[in-house]
């Protein structure tokens, strides 16, 4: 309880007192109007009145007065943004990759929102955890991959605020694709024998692993090896027919074969003409080997044709032997030929400078 005086220049004096809720005066606002009724004793002047009256205005609200509350305050909440789903837009992914994937949410959020990742599999790994900023409705995460040998189902799971959603995707291990054999070729055609004549045979792709082919003639004048082996990351292999001279025309094929698919080329066995009976011409190449042969498995010879748009692997010499002698050219034929080194890997060099030979 607390009083105020005010004198007036009479001396008269105005006791306004506040009291607590047991006081027997008390204000009450009116339920049918917003005019409060204050009590006070008037004074003989009004003016003196007037004064009591403001200040027993101004004591009112000192002594108590209306609390009001705003229902519309803003409480940093993220506007019932809650997590709705995660995506990585596909249903499988093959092989070891990156794959950029989502979290979204229902709504735009005013607040950053945090989501905890995990991967039901170590095949797929995913971040611990990825935020959707404030003003954003997604964010996007990798999800990268490892290599398996079979299926893998795996499970992407998001939580946030309490809510958690799932996603999965089915890991399939990398398509392979299996070399075929594609042909076998014995280059120039016909043949007269007697002569020594390099083939080759040619795989769709590189090989990842060595490929046993093998290999048969039809016809005994033209002999051939049982079998090639086309080596780890190459897509060709040579090897040397020899053919026999014959009396009449004979036509033989050459058969290749690798997991039970075939491929031929028929040859022309020609008897020795009056003009030229059998002579045998023979071309000795030689080159300069590299500077450095630390890594030097050998060489590969090609030939083609003088005008031919292709060359054709002749044959292969081992190490550092820098010769080879091509004893399959036929007379009056122009032959073209270069020379590439190969490395222990079966990496090949850059071809050599083209070398054209004519055969009287």
């Known amino acids: 309880m607390y009083q105020v005086q005010v004198r007036s220049y009479e001396d008269r004096k105005l006791v306004v007192r506040c009291r607590s809720e047991r006081s027997s005066t008390q204000i009450r606002p009116s339920r049918r109007s917003s005019i409060f009724v204050v009590p006070f004793r008037a004074f003989s002047r009004g003016r003196h009145a007037l004064v009591a009256f403001s200040f027993l205005v101004v004591l009112l609200a000192g002594c108590g007065g209306l609390t009001f509350r ?38 735009i959020t005013k607040t950053p929102i945090q989501v905890t990742l995990l991967s039901s599999n170590a095949a797929l790994h995913v971040p611990a955890n990825v ?52 042909k076998v070729s014995c280059g120039t055609q016909p043949l007269v024998g007697p002569v020594t004549q390099a083939c080759s045979v040619y795989l769709s792709v590189a090989a990842s692993s060595p490929v046993v082919v093998t290999l048969k003639s039809s016809s005994s004048y033209l002999s051939v090896p049982a079998s090639v082996t086309v080596a780890a990351g190459s897509s060709a292999a040579s090897f040397q027919a020899k053919v026999l001279a014959v009396s009449s025309s004979v036509t033989a094929t050459l058969t290749a074969s690798v997991s039970g698919i075939s491929v031929s080329d028929s040859i022309q066995l020609n008897a020795p003409s009056a003009s030229s009976p059998g002579t045998q011409h023979v071309v000795n190449l030689s080159w300069n080997s590299p500077s ?21 692997l002749l044959g ?45």
């Open 131 to 182: 935020t959707v900023a404030a003003g954003a409705q997604s964010a996007v995460f990798d999800a990268v991959t490892s290599g398996v040998t079979k299926s893998v189902a795996v499970t992407i799971s998001g939580t946030a605020q309490g809510i958690s959603v799932k996603t999965a995707i089915t890991l399939y291990p990398p398509i392979l694709t299996s070399p075929s054999l594609a």
């Open 70 to 107: 705003g229902s519309n305050s803003l409480s940093g909440s993220s506007s019932g943004a809650t997590l709705a789903q995660i995506s990585c837009g596909t249903g499988s992914l093959v092989g070891a990759q990156t794959k950029s994937c989502s979290v979204d949410l229902t709504s």
């Open 292 to 312: 450095s042969t630390t890594d030097l498995a050998g060489y590969n010879v090609y030939r083609s044709l003088s005008g031919a748009s292709a060359f054709q």
């Open 316 to 360: 292969s010499t081992p190490g550092t032997q820098a010769a080879y002698a091509d004893d399959t050219v036929a007379s009056g034929e122009s032959y073209e030929y270069e020379v590439k080194s190969v490395s222990s890997s079966g990496t090949e060099s850059a071809p050599s400078n083209i070398t054209t030979v004519s055969i009287p």
